[in-house]
């Protein structure tokens, strides 16, 4: 089914470990990006990419990293967790960037960071 | 930067009647696009309805309509005839026209009564 994959759905981590979200589309979008869920917060965006090759931060990108070294693929990089970084991660994309294209969202991973 | 503000953390509605959900946004720009996004309990995100802000006709999309008050900056979601289905976090989102930064408010969880 097309769409946008990501895996894990549940992650519990300990704190100062790493680990990588992971996001697959086969829309063939350009654009791909990582949001946060927090209660309360609504979605914040973390990193996002306009193409291969090519990132940006978001809102709140402290503590990740991205990069985009195929159109397919977009990986979340959590170098070394925090109980912060408890959270739902969505992974979303859209043909392009602008704000006219509609996001297709993946299912969320659920982090746990203890 | 761009800002959403969703009032009402909870709503309920008796099965088949009308609920108003409000949004309140802030930006300079003239060029934008506003989203309402479902959220079940599955926790997938679901475009509801798209507003394009250069469009005066507030969208609609069967039971889903929009109050679309440009000048007030407001952009509330009417949902006609509820169904059980319906009940879900509900989230009003901003995007720029030329930007890849898109803004969600906390959401509004709508609870629907049988």
């Known amino acids: 089914n097309a769409g946008v994959t990501q895996t894990p759905k549940f992650q519990v981590l300990k704190t100062g470990q790493s680990m990588t979200l992971q996001c697959a589309q086969d829309?063939?979008?350009?654009?791909m990006s990582w949001y946060r869920q927090d209660p309360g917060m609504g979605l914040r965006l973390i990193h996002y990419?306009?193409?291969?090759?090519?990132?940006d931060q978001g809102e709140v990108p402290n503590g990740y990293n991205v990069s985009r070294s195929t159109t397919e693929d977009f990986p979340l990089r959590l170098l070394s967790a925090a109980p912060s970084q408890t959270s739902v991660y969505f992974c979303?994309?859209?043909?392009?960037?602008?704000?006219?294209?509609?996001?297709?969202f993946g299912a969320g991973s659920r982090l746990t960071v203890l | 930067a761009q800002t959403v503000t969703q009032s009402q953390p909870e709503m309920s509605v008796q099965e088949a009647e009308t609920v108003t959900l409000s949004c309140t946004y802030d930006?300079?720009?003239?060029?934008?696009?506003l989203f309402w996004y479902k959220q079940p309990p599955s926790r997938q995100m679901i475009l509801v309805i798209r507003?394009?802000?250069?469009?005066?006709q507030n969208a609609t999309e069967n039971r889903f309509s929009v109050n679309f008050q440009k000048a007030a900056k407001s952009f509330s979601l009417k949902i006609s005839d509820s169904q059980l289905g319906d009940a879900a976090m509900y989230f009003c989102?901003?995007?720029?026209?030329?930007?890849?930064?898109?803004?969600f408010g906390a959401g509004t969880r709508l609870t629907v009564k049988p």
């Open positions: 979303a994309s859209s043909l392009e960037g602008s704000g006219a294209n509609v996001l297709t």
């Open positions: 829309m063939n979008h350009e654009y």
């Open positions: 990419s306009v193409g291969a090759g090519i990132t």
């Open positions: 930006t300079s720009e003239s060029d934008y696009y």
């Open positions: 507003q394009e802000a250069y469009k005066q």
């Open positions: 989102a901003y995007s720029g026209g030329n930007n890849n930064d898109m803004r």
